[in-house]
């Protein structure tokens, strides 16, 4: 991939385009020449059998627009970058632009977000301001993936429940919002053993959290279960240092069953959330993860166990 970056690439989009605007001003001098001949005035070409092309010259305002478009491209070419590496004089780029835009636009934020400084959790949940605020936050940043009613779905966290792979107080949130999260199980089929050994363990997973399953196979699948304790604890209780999840519950993030859990110890899983640390300042980073906390902890989580009930 580094060809495509070397400094030859650059010098070849810059004589490319120069070139092209050469050829361009070319065209328009050749056609400029070009006088009415007297007489038929044709190119030779018929159609229809009385249907003939006139060879006239361009018209003068349409050559007129054709060179105002060729005087506007060099100086473009001068002031913006568009010569391969050239920066133009401007200096500008859409990186300083952006830059530039959204630092206005959070010191334009600032003074909103200043009220909720000093304010934990449970206070912010309780404001209806910032809830709407983080409402928004969570859509434009997190509903792509976690879903707009944050339900998540196959490798996707569910975030209105009380299972979290990382911990779900209100300051890991923030940590997994700003920094993301990279979680990764390698394939473990080998040190388990063969393919019976990998299938009596997806069972005694099951039996962990009393899933339906074969009681034999997951007796014989105890002992080599020991592989997967290092993270996942001798228990099956998880490591929210690791990421590891909880297996005694009944929450399965990337699918339920035995062939499901088969796949997953003999392929290894890996999942990304991206960091969000160079998009959202740490102000709305808190407002964010408020929100978030709130979804299983807050006024909507209470409601929810009320209908429940």
């Known amino acids: 991939m580094s060809d495509f970056f070397s400094n030859g690439w650059s010098v070849f989009i810059a004589v490319v385009t120069v070139v092209s605007i050469a050829a361009c001003l070319l065209l328009l001098i050749v056609a400029s020449k070009h006088k009415v001949v007297a007489g038929d005035n044709t190119t030779g070409h018929v159609w229809d059998g009385d249907l003939r092309e006139l060879n006239n010259p361009l018209p003068r305002w349409w050559m007129g627009l054709f060179v105002l478009t060729i005087v506007f491209a060099a100086a473009y070419l001068v002031f913006y970058p568009g010569l391969g590496s050239y920066q133009g004089k401007l200096g500008w780029s859409q990186a300083t632009q952006y830059q530039a835009e959204m630092e206005k636009a959070r010191a334009q934020i600032e003074p909103l977000y200043a009220r909720f400084e000093g304010m934990n959790a449970e206070q912010l949940v309780q404001d209806p301001q910032a809830m709407g605020i983080g409402e928004r936050l969570f859509v434009n940043n997190c509903a792509q993936c976690h879903g707009s009613d944050a339900r998540g779905s196959k490798g996707f966290p569910n975030l209105t429940d009380t299972d979290w792979l990382y911990g779900g107080d209100h300051e890991t949130i923030m940590e997994s919002i700003a920094k993301g999260r990279h979680g990764v199980m390698p394939p473990m089929a080998a040190a388990v053993g063969g393919a019976q050994d990998v299938r009596n363990v997806a069972h005694y997973v099951l039996s962990l959290s009393g899933s339906p399953h074969n ?95």
């Not at 034999?216 to 592989?227: R, S, V, W």
């Not at 590891?244 to 009944?250: E, G, M, Q």
């Not at 990337?254 to 740490?282: F, R, S, V, Y």
Request: glycine share 12%; net charge positive; aromatic share 6%.
């Open 215 to 309: 009681a034999i196979a997951a007796q014989l699948g105890k002992a080599k279960f020991g592989a997967c304790a290092a993270c996942h604890g001798a228990d099956g209780k998880g490591n929210q240092a690791l990421g590891a999840p909880n297996l005694t519950d009944k929450v399965w993030l990337h699918g339920w069953g035995e062939q499901a859990i088969i796949n997953i110890i003999t392929n290894g899983k890996d999942n990304q959330m991206p960091a969000h640390a160079d998009k959202l300042t740490p102000a709305q980073i808190r407002v964010l993860a408020a929100y978030v906390w709130g979804l299983s902890n807050g006024p909507a989580a209470s409601a929810r166990t009320a209908n429940a009930q």
